[in-house]
């Protein structure tokens, strides 16, 4: 394991830190990221380049997906929740644009819900087919713990990430993820673990905006 190529990783650090309570999930449509910032703002990244785009002001919790073409959400704020909506593209336009804030539409997409990491050793199931997850909260005993460290150099965090192998699907060779830190609810994306967070890395401590690889591209190539 130490001497094999670690597989593509991509990795941004983000300009605004995000949300740290775990009750939010980000979505990624292409190559533009949208997460809760830790100052309560809904926030638009390019992954290609170094523009970013705040959406909406003072959230609470946002649970994001992308359902077509279209990032739609569920906001809490001030203790009431709306369901809002942006277009891909018009989110694509305004980051090449450098427009600072483009206007939301209502929506009544019900299928994005406000939920959080688990907690007291109860799990989150994420996805659904070949893209499922299920998120552990598996804190590691003591003296597990400081051979974890001795090992790998960081301390376990207390959740378990795994992606379940489904028969009919790709080899899967990075099936489980322990992150360090993790800020907001993982989500399952082809090929690989979409997360926001800290994780050990071929011996590399990753920090921010990273997509994990877990499928091995067919004819042995590695998916980034």
């Not at 739609?72 to 929740?81: I, P």
């Not at 082809?190 to 591209?217: E, H, S």
Request: aromatic share 4%.
């Amino acid at each position: 394991m130490r001497d094999a190529t670690p597989p593509s990783l991509l990795e941004r650090t983000l300009e605004v830190p995000p949300q740290t309570d775990g009750r939010s999930t980000p979505a990624l449509a292409g190559n533009v990221l949208v997460y809760l910032a830790r100052d309560g703002r809904v926030v638009a990244i390019d992954l290609g380049g170094n523009r970013h785009i705040v959406l909406v002001h003072d959230v609470d919790v946002a649970a994001m997906r992308l359902v077509g073409g279209e990032v739609v959400a569920a906001l809490q704020s001030r203790g009431s929740v709306r369901y809002l909506a942006w277009s891909v593209a018009d989110l694509r336009d305004a980051l090449v644009l450098g427009v600072d804030d483009i206007a939301a539409t209502a929506s009544t997409a019900t299928t994005v819900h406000l939920l959080g990491l688990p907690l007291e050793r109860t799990r989150l199931h994420q996805g659904a087919g070949m893209l499922r997850l299920v998120v552990e909260h598996d804190p590691v005993p003591d003296e597990m713990a400081e051979l974890y460290e001795a090992v790998t150099g960081c301390p376990p965090g207390p959740w378990l990430v795994r992606r379940t192998p489904n028969p009919a699907g790709p080899r899967v060779p990075h099936a489980d993820l322990r992150p360090q830190t993790l800020h907001q609810v993982p989500i399952p994306v082809p090929g690989g673990v979409f997360l926001i967070g800290q994780v050990r890395w071929f011996g590399r401590n990753i920090d921010g905006a990273l997509l994990i690889p877990t499928v091995t591209a067919p004819g042995g190539g590695r998916a980034g």
